[in-house]
T-cell receptor, first 112, second 113 residues
């Protein structure tokens, strides 16, 4: 089943924060986050593995709650370049490889 | 490291024609994936190669679709007797056995008229 992302869309002013959530009904091994700009390929942001770790670089971080099968992406002090559609890709248990099922997407627009 | 490349970037074809797309993964990556993405949706998994072996194929992939990775390097995706419903962006991604990150190519946008 496709993971569900929320919200579907967010509009921010530059410098504001945002949280994007990804929920799955299946047990997960990993969650991958990507950002995609219109007409371009998805760009890898980060991966979280089973174990509930939190990761981050620069002003983007993420967490993975394996008990709830949920991941959240945190965007702090947003920049114009953060605009795009964010997808989570989930990997189930025992797939043997990173067969990702992507979420419904969250459109983020950062305005000046 | 030149990243994942795909060719062509755009393809317009008439219904019923055959098309073939090529993907060149990052050179040291032995895992290769094909995805399809339609407007407003996330990528959908189509098939997976580990080296030259095609290890999984989605039920989305009808028998009109075939993919190869003959020497474990580049891969081709062929669609026979194209239909309008095949219009989409076809994305290729690669990863290594040591890490989990999948890196995507720029995609081939297919339009079937």
């Amino acid at each position: 089943q496709q993971p569900v992302q929320s919200p579907q869309a967010v509009i921010l002013r530059e410098g504001e924060d945002a949280v994007i959530n990804c929920s799955s009904s299946k047990a997960l091994y990993s969650v991958h986050w990507y950002r995609q700009k219109h007409g371009e390929a998805p760009i890898f942001l980060m991966i979280l593995l089973k174990g509930g770790e939190q990761k981050g670089h620069d002003k983007i971080s993420a967490s993975f709650n394996e008990k709830k099968q949920q991941s959240s992406l945190y965007l702090t002090a947003s920049q114009l370049s953060y605009s795009g559609t964010y997808f989570c890709g989930t990997e189930g248990m025992n797939t043997g490889f990173q067969k990702l099922v992507f979420g419904t997407g969250t459109r983020l627009l950062v305005s000046p | 490291d030149t990243g994942v490349s795909q060719d062509p970037r755009h393809k317009i074809t008439k219904r019923g024609q055959n098309v073939t797309f090529r993907c060149d993964p990052i050179s040291e990556h032995n895992r290769l994936y094909w995805y399809r993405q339609t407007l407003g949706q996330g990528p959908e998994f189509l098939t997976y190669f580990q080296n030259e072996a095609q290890l999984e194929k989605s039920r989305l992939l009808s028998d009109r679709f075939s993919a190869e990775r003959p020497k474990g390097s580049f891969s081709t995706l062929e669609i026979q007797r194209t239909e309008q419903g095949d219009s989409a962006m076809y994305l290729c991604a690669s990863s290594s056995m040591d890490t989990y990150e999948q890196y995507f190519g720029p995609g081939t946008r297919l339009t079937v008229t």
